[in-house]
């Protein structure tokens, strides 16, 4: 028998659509703390570019990749330590929902200070 | 079947090699008060992590108006309509009523304010509030959501005795409006003057207790201890 497929018919929405998010408090504070993380990743990288006498703020995808991984896993931190992602789940929001516009931020700012840079 | 909204069936977990639930079971039902009863530390909170996905059970399955919930998290849960409150702050300390209502896209929110009788702060930011103006804050915010189901831990701890009436009023009120309530307690006292139904929790295990309101207290508190 496929449950699964039952269940999905029975869902009401989301409460929070993705437009309403970004303009919303809460993600310009998430996204406030998200760039200090940014900023505070970009200074460690730099450092360790520099002493490895490569370019310090150049693009390199996996680099960004496990910056963002950090910075995130830094946030959803903080998220869970002010129970706010009980918040987030009450209004039917995914971590995916909360990360995803992030990940664009992270890749805007870093390839903007790569352009800056060069 | 019953019609239950949300049902938690046949849960077993074990944590660091101890049992601490057997093979329990609890539902709520649409337009009532049910109660999941057990002293503290007895798994009422163990079993409601695993209602909303954060504990998975050795054995066992959450329902949602009998279907089974092939990964249960709160975020799925709450989509289809439930509203889970645990036993601690969590709406955002920097944000008012208000903001949080904006959030939830609920541009209509003045009757639900008045209605939980927290009109005169639904500006101030939430993080200003006292603990039983806060507790009601949240559930005024539950409500606004329209949920068909709402899962409570513990809502009345730490209350002074009129903010608990309040609460037990705004609990009322969310299952006057059909919604189907569970909540947990260890204050069989506070049970019987608010709770429709009553599961207790004990070793583990649960049952359905029968006509708590009716007999007399001293007939099955003692299966109880505080």
């Known amino acids: ?118 | 079947m019953n019609g239950a909204i949300l049902a938690g069936d046949s849960i077993t977990l074990s944590l660091g090699g101890r049992s601490i639930l057997n093979s329990a079971y609890v539902d709520a039902v649409p337009g009532a008060i049910t109660a999941l009863v057990g002293r503290s530390g007895a798994g009422k909170t163990t079993f409601f992590n695993v209602l909303i996905g954060r504990r998975r059970p050795e054995l066992g399955y959450v329902r949602w108006r009998g279907e089974r919930v092939p990964h249960p998290s709160l975020a799925a849960l709450a989509r289809h309509g439930l509203f889970y409150h645990p036993d601690r702050p969590w709406l955002a300390l920097h944000l008012s009523f208000v903001e949080h209502m904006a959030l939830a896209g609920r541009i209509e929110w003045r009757a639900v304010a008045e209605e939980f009788g927290i009109t005169p702060w639904v500006e101030r930011k939430v993080g200003s509030l006292s603990g039983g103006e806060l507790r009601l804050t949240e559930l005024a915010f539950g409500f606004a959501l329209a949920p068909a189901a709402a899962l409570l831990d513990e809502p009345f701890r730490g209350l002074e005795p009129k903010h608990r009436e309040e609460v037990a009023i705004a609990l009322r009120r969310l299952a006057s409006a059909g919604a189907a309530v569970l909540y947990a307690d260890h204050d069989v006292e506070s049970v019987r003057r608010t709770a429709d139904r009553l599961f207790s929790m004990e070793n583990g295990g649960t049952r359905l207790v029968t006509g708590f309101k009716e007999r007399p207290l001293h007939e099955w508190y003692h299966e109880w201890p505080r």
């Open chain 1, 1 to 118: 028998m496929d449950t699964t497929g039952r269940w999905e018919r029975t869902k009401v929405q989301a409460h929070v659509r993705l437009a309403a998010w970004l303009r919303s408090p809460l993600f310009r504070s998430y996204l406030r703390r998200f760039i200090l993380l940014w900023v505070a990743g970009k200074i460690a990288n730099g450092a360790t570019a520099a002493v490895l006498e490569i370019q310090p703020f150049a693009f390199r995808p996996g680099t960004e990749l496990v910056t963002f991984a950090f910075e995130i896993g830094v946030l959803v931190l903080l998220i869970k330590r002010a129970n706010e992602d009980i918040l987030l789940g009450n209004l039917g929001m995914s971590v995916a929902m909360v990360i995803a516009p992030l990940a664009v931020v992270q890749v805007v700012l870093s390839a903007l200070v790569a352009l800056l840079a060069t």
